[in-house]
DNA sequence: ACCTTATCTTGACAGTGTCAGGATTATGCG
DNA sequence: CGCATAATCCTGACACTGTCAAGATAAGGT
């Protein structure tokens, strides 16, 4: 009957809570966010996660930096087998929206709270990986800033309507017609062809 | 000595609280928002906000009702005195932009909050006026629902990324520069020339 | 063995949203 | 005018939140 009888030292407790907060902020997005809630969820007591992170912001910057990188995971394996550059560029911006839509808590946590301390070190180098690896996307089609500008306010600005389901004629439509159309949306935003 | 000796009754609270709702937005920004804050603001009782708003989302949803007015109103603004439709249609583009950068919370508390409801009527309403002069100014340029899809993403994506400072691109420049830079990306997501 | 350190708990405090009930004033009706 | 009714606002309470201080427990190094 010794069946982990809750041991006084939790072993990982600083992952435990991690995942513990994910799930909180996916629950309840980032304006229902709980600091209790997590340590309920973890098992633990009220005060546990503050050794570990500090204070809620702590907590939520690491989960920032954390997403940020599964962001930028699930761009990459958007591009993975596209040969032509245009079509990789296209399928960034479709995972942007992909990401935005599955998670669009985590996604908003990134690009729309000021409860994470975006001063981070860590959060900082997720983002600058992210936004070094549109820049080479956009630089491969000869493109220069306006271009990178371009293709980013594109993909964001689909990406975080369709998070906060504010377009909804984006929804009325058949999962291929949709992908036809923000593709088309996305082209627009590539640099002119070379060609 | 009988000057203004706070009567029980306040006058017209609900607009008293609803300026001091709009401050303590900007102030404290959504997550950061308090209705007991807003109630001092506008000395009085932590409860009477209560009476007329219902509960803070009650509160909220009005004054996103009334950003979204707000926000269709610097467009219009900017709009007047172009003739060209294609420049107009840019200027709304920088209109967007423009009201993103200077309310950055109400900009987020209209399209990306929880908090507010938005299956109320009001909200709707002011919603759908927006989203209807967007469609006309496309429509006008002989543009579709791919046309209408890529300026509002377009803008948006600048909008919401330039209220929450993340793109520092942009603001290493000038404001002329800055400006024409906008106007080439809005400028791209505008239907092809009939010419 | 023992002291140090890291980890986690308990308890407290101020602040929050919301509800119930009471106080005060305005309003309509006789 | 007088009065019942309704609208408005306040007080007090409850559960919940984040954060701090102080203590309990366990791990690690010397």
Redesign the interface.
Known sequence: MDMAEKPYHHGDLRAALLAAAEKELTEK????FSLRSVAKRAGVSHAAPAHHFGDTGGLLTTLAAEGFTQFQNTLDAREIGATDPREKAVRAGLGYLEFAVARPALF?LI?????PD?ASADLIAAANRAYDHLVELVTTLGGG??D???L???????A??SA????R??QGKSRDAREA?IR??LM??LPKDAG
């Open positions: 997005g980032v304006e229902g908003r690009f729309s709270s000021a409860r975006f800033e306006t990178v500008i371009a980013w306010a594109t993909s964001h600005g689909l975080d309507l906060g389901n504010k377009m004629t984006l159309l088309a949306v627009r935003s």
